[in-house]
């Protein structure tokens, strides 16, 4: 069974729960998850039930999806993301975001949580990223490609929609809420950034880095659908002296607090298109 029949199967499946026809989705990052508790819940499908599909194993990712409406706009939610680091495949980590699409999705917008690496940035903040530098040693388009899902060569010159990341900057400005764009780095992870990784990451001109997102963009494109990513800054990462010891509770705790601005933001946008 080939990537387009195995799409075609969890869809079939998620038509068995519920005929509800998205027109966003959305995948939530680390302490992000809440957004969830905005919506008119329509149906939820745990990703175990789902053929093909992973499971998270982060502990504050849920593990499902959630259809129904939010700010009056039909949407599918990752409620937990997959990461190449839990030892997914690149294939299985994007699945969802080829399901979503073949749901009748046209759009994605990706949140997650990340280190601060342009010096202007505190913790808390958000940058809407408008381009990205891909180092992670796999790439979710590797392999034989199937047309029935999107080209052999997909262009990324401009990856992360215009309208949309001003639409977000102008609704941040309307809240007085800390936003910028800027350009987010993918490394493997686990582990978080030595020192030395953070001031190359600066010197390549990345402003913020993190160990997601960038496959789904990477596969949403493929597919033609806009892409949006949000990233919440988490921890100060440059310059190095001003970087701290960063546990995984520090992380969540400062998404936490941030969570009521990126939801907002979300609502809002949902509101205008």
Not at 169 to 182: D, V
Not at 239 to 245: L, Y
Request: one cysteine or more; aromatic letters at 6%; glycine letters at 8%.
């Amino acid at each position: 069974m080939n990537l387009y029949e195995h799409i075609q199967e969890a869809v079939a499946y998620i038509r068995t729960r519920t005929g509800f026809q998205p027109a966003t989705g959305i995948i939530l990052g680390t302490g992000l998850g809440n957004l969830t508790d905005d919506i008119q819940v329509a149906a939820e499908v745990d990703y175990a039930d789902i053929p093909h599909f992973a499971r998270s194993t982060v502990e504050s990712h849920k593990g499902k999806l959630v259809f129904g409406m939010l700010a009056n706009h039909p949407v599918v939610v990752m409620a937990g993301r997959f990461h190449w680091y839990e030892g997914w495949s690149m294939q299985q980590v994007v699945f969802p975001v080829r399901v979503m699409k073949f749901l009748g999705a046209e759009r994605l917008i990706l949140t997650n949580a990340s280190g601060g690496i342009n010096p202007h940035l505190r913790g808390g903040d958000i940058v809407a990223v408008r381009d990205h530098i891909n180092l992670l040693p796999e790439n979710p388009l590797r392999g034989p490609n199937d047309e029935r899902v999107g080209p052999r060569f997909p262009d990324l010159t401009n990856t992360y929609d215009q309208a949309l990341r001003k639409m977000a900057l102008g609704i941040a400005r309307e809240h007085r809420i800390r936003m910028f764009e800027g350009v987010y780095s993918a490394l493997a992870g686990p582990n978080l950034e030595t020192p030395a990784e953070y001031e190359m990451l600066r010197k390549l001109g990345s402003d913020c880095t993190g160990m997601s997102s960038v496959p789904e963009a990477l596969a949403a494109r493929h597919l033609s659908m806009q892409v949006l990513m949000l990233s919440m800054v988490s921890n100060v990462s440059f310059p190095p002296s001003v970087i701290k010891v960063t546990s995984p509770e520090d992380v969540i705790t400062v998404a936490s607090e941030a969570e009521p601005k990126l939801r907002l933001i979300v609502r809002e946008i949902l509101k205008r298109l």
